[in-house]
């Protein structure tokens, strides 16, 4: 790969951006935040601030030619004209934003620094510790009050919190999430508890779809403007999904590399490969919070997971695509198939990453496959001892006065807690079992599906790997199909319809970004380059360079659809009709869930789901015979 270091010399000028010219930072991380910004009587009368990167924020704040109280107040005014309904946020405590915003003003009032950020506000997930607000999971026994005890809080914050702190960032609140972090979808059945609720987040651009999970709350409230950037959490893919489905940027960085302080800072769904991962609708903005968040100077092993220690370093460097050598496994997506709504936005995107002069190197990845199911024989068994054990570590170092038990038995989606208590009990029958495949998997297993793909870079002499983050299009809420048809005409359950498993196993280091383009039915499309571990780097510069080829992705409509209304969903055991097959067909399946809305809705494609009404069969086709992606 041709690369060249890039210059030093600061010179983002925001002037040029807000009167619509292309100028792009020559530095990356904290340095973009040296330059100068606009004369306050230069900046347009109009400017959507919520629109802003939030780079472009940053210099605004720090110019002081907007206050951050101003700037959050815009963030708030947008989330009350109709985006409450997306269900963004777990925990948004108003009162405590705009004293911490007016604290940042009040600060530089003072004459004292408030850089680097000067204020810019961070959505997170709730799963990471943030002191002063709860950490919920979005699960009940989480949620103060179920907990039976005063002292539900976190006594502190994640590092990595405070960091973000330290440069004079603020919480704008904690983002809802898939239950326990356990989901790819971010659908929870809607109830109000004593000290909260807990519902379902819906996309930014369709609130009938899917958010991605399980950092859905992370996902839809950067991708619907209403927080610059946000925090996520990845385990198999829980920062890419929403990323990828809500139009932005998701990164999964080498585990170690930022500090959560594992078991104390996160409640883990997998201690052995979970990592707070970050997002942002701009590659800038991801530079710009990864450069807060990491921790460039240290080695990781992630703890004990990556084979052979790595640097954090994650310098940025310009990277000539004309020649640069991409992989394309063919079990992720290129020969296995992918729906037909998204192959047109993967075609277009290959073809301006080829006339940039990418060189695609396809090749057979069935040996990714062979070795991790090889090694993941004793899988169940590991995750019946790391699934309960997770959650109980967590809650001994917090010495919380709840017990993983009674965590699992308040439970609020049924299926999930059915596997979570029939883990548990599985663990306590035969602990000694679990805890021997666990430990087998974590010695010889999870490194050997490492070597495989670290082999691979070599023996293809590429860069990194490129493939969707979906096969499919972000699917319904309602009438959603346990199984879905790709275009080959090959049948798939929906819970296989992404790639984002494997290569989490494996350890690596991955970075999802939008295409720019929609597909068939309107959602946004996304794709993922994945590197070794210590590749953050490089995969932070490729996606800088990508995203100069590519098309910018507008924003969603506003208001959202679900202006006027407010979702519920009802969890609601599958039925399926198989007609001589083990696969029944999309027309003969029942949804696990029913979305309905509340009140009238200020959107038309809202009116077949009515104000009280459920629907309950899956009639969503998936194949509609377009052309293969072309490679």
């Known amino acids: ?126 799963s990471i510790d943030v002191l002063g607000y709860p950490t919920t999971a979005s699960t009940p026994a989480l949620l103060k009050g179920i907990v039976n005890t005063a002292d539900a809080y976190p006594t502190s914050s994640a590092p990595l919190i405070n960091s973000y702190l330290a440069a004079n960032g603020i919480i704008m609140g904690k983002a809802a999430l898939d239950e326990l972090q356990d989901g790819g979808n971010s659908v929870n059945p809607t109830n109000q508890y004593e000290y909260g609720l807990i519902t379902t987040m819906l996309n930014a651009y369709n609130q009938t779809r899917i958010a991605g999970g399980s950092s859905g709350g992370s996902g839809n409230s950067v991708g619907a403007r209403v927080a610059p ?108 198939g992918m729906s037909g709504e998204i192959v047109p936005a993967v075609n277009a995107t290959i073809n301006a990453l080829k006339a940039a002069g990418v060189v ?131 049948f798939i359950p929906a819970q296989s319809a992404k790639f984002c498993s494997q290569d989490a196993q494996a350890t690596q280091t991955i970075l999802a970004f939008p295409t720019g383009h929609f597909s068939t039915d309107g959602l946004p499309v996304g794709m993922q380059f994945s590197g070794p571990p210590g590749a953050d780097g490089l995969l932070l510069s490729l996606a800088k360079a990508v995203s100069t080829v590519l098309p910018t992705l507008p924003a969603p409509a506003s208001p959202p659809g679900c202006t006027g209304c407010t979702a519920n969903v009802a969890f609601n055991p599958a039925t399926f009709t198989q007609v001589g097959t083990s696969i029944p067909m999309s027309n003969q399946t029942y949804t696990n869930f029913h979305l309905t809305f509340n009140g009238t809705c200020n959107s038309p494609s809202l009116t077949s789901y009515g104000q009280n009404g459920v629907f309950g069969i899956g009639s969503h086709g998936f194949s509609n015979g377009l052309t293969t992606v072309a490679i």
């Not at 002037?15 to 990356?28: D, E, I, M, N, T």
């Open 1 to 126: 790969m041709a690369r060249t270091s890039m210059s030093s010399t600061p010179a983002f000028v925001f002037l040029a951006y807000l009167a619509g010219c292309a100028v792009q930072p020559a530095s990356a991380g904290r340095e973009m935040l040296q330059a100068a910004a606009p004369a306050a009587s230069l900046m347009p009368a109009k400017t959507d601030l919520t629109e802003l990167t939030a780079t472009a924020a940053v210099a605004l704040l720090c110019s002081r030619n907007i206050t951050t109280v101003v700037y959050v107040q815009a963030l708030l005014d947008r989330l009350d004209a109709g985006w409450s309904c997306i269900n963004s946020f777990q925990t948004l405590n108003r009162t405590k934003l705009m004293a911490d915003a007016a604290a940042i003003d009040a600060k530089a009032a003072s004459g004292q620094s408030i850089e680097p950020l000067c204020g810019l506000p961070l959505a997170v997930k709730d």
């Open 229 to 336: 950037l946000s925090l996520c959490e990845d385990t198999g893919g829980s920062c890419r999904m929403p990323a990828s489905a809500n139009g932005i940027y998701g990164f999964r960085p080498s585990l170690g590399c930022y500090n959560f302080s594992t078991g104390m800072g996160l409640v883990p769904a997998e201690f052995t490969r979970d990592t707070v991962g970050s997002m942002a609708r701009d590659i800038d903005d991801l530079i710009l919070l990864d450069s807060i968040v990491r921790m460039p100077n240290i080695t990781s092993t992630g703890h004990g997971m990556i084979p052979e220690p790595v640097s954090c370093a994650a310098p940025i460097t310009n990277i000539n695509l004309n020649g640069t050598r991409i992989g394309l496994p063919s079990t992720f997506g290129w020969v296995t």
């Open 360 to 490: 695609f190197v396809p090749f057979d990845s069935g040996d990714f496959t062979d070795v991790a199911n090889i090694a993941w024989a004793g899988g169940p068994e590991s995750d019946n001892y790391m699934e309960p054990e997770s959650t109980a570590r967590y809650l001994w170092l917090h010495n919380y006065n709840v017990t993983v038990t009674e965590v699992f038995e308040a439970i609020n989606r049924p299926d999930l807690r059915s596997q979570m208590m029939a883990s548990l009990q599985l663990n306590a029958n035969s602990a000694a079992g679990d805890f021997d495949a666990f430990v087998e998997f974590l010695q010889y297993g999870r490194p050997a599906i490492g070597a495989q793909w670290a082999l691979a870079y070599k023996a293809h002499n590429v860069s990194a790997f490129l493939y969707p983050v979906f096969a499919i299009s972000p699917r319904e809420v309602d009438g959603y199909n346990p199984y879905v048809e790709l275009q080959n005409g090959t």
